[in-house]
């Protein structure tokens, strides 16, 4: 139960925020968790695509409705002969895959 209200009260002072510390505090966040991610796509069990040295991943959001959209977006460097080395030839790009229809792996490289 104390937990419970702990997260409650955190919850509440960070919708309290303004946009500016809550972006701070979202930044923070990142730093905490990592900014070296690979995407890997599958088809089936077999993987097809690698994207590496990805800082995020953001879902979409409608222009109008401000609503989420069924897909993400991100910049990495695509992989190209995916053995997750930056190579010669091999440029960062930006990406989108459906939440749906898309089989992945989102996860950070140490």
């Avoid at 303004?18 to 990142?30: A, D, F, K, P, V």
């Amino acid at each position: 139960m104390k937990l419970k209200a702990l997260f409650l009260s955190a919850m509440i002072l960070f919708v309290g925020c303004t946009q500016e510390t809550q972006n701070s505090i979202s930044r923070s966040l990142q730093n905490w968790t990592g900014t070296n991610g690979v995407l890997d796509v599958y088809a089936g069990d077999k993987l097809v695509h690698k994207f590496i040295h990805i800082d995020k991943l953001s879902t979409a959001k409608g222009t109008n409705d401000g609503g989420n959209r069924p897909y993400r977006y991100g910049y990495g460097i695509d992989d190209l002969n995916l053995n997750g080395i930056k190579d010669d030839g091999e440029k960062k790009v930006y990406f989108e895959f459906s939440d749906y229809s898309t089989s992945y792996i989102f996860y950070e490289k140490n």
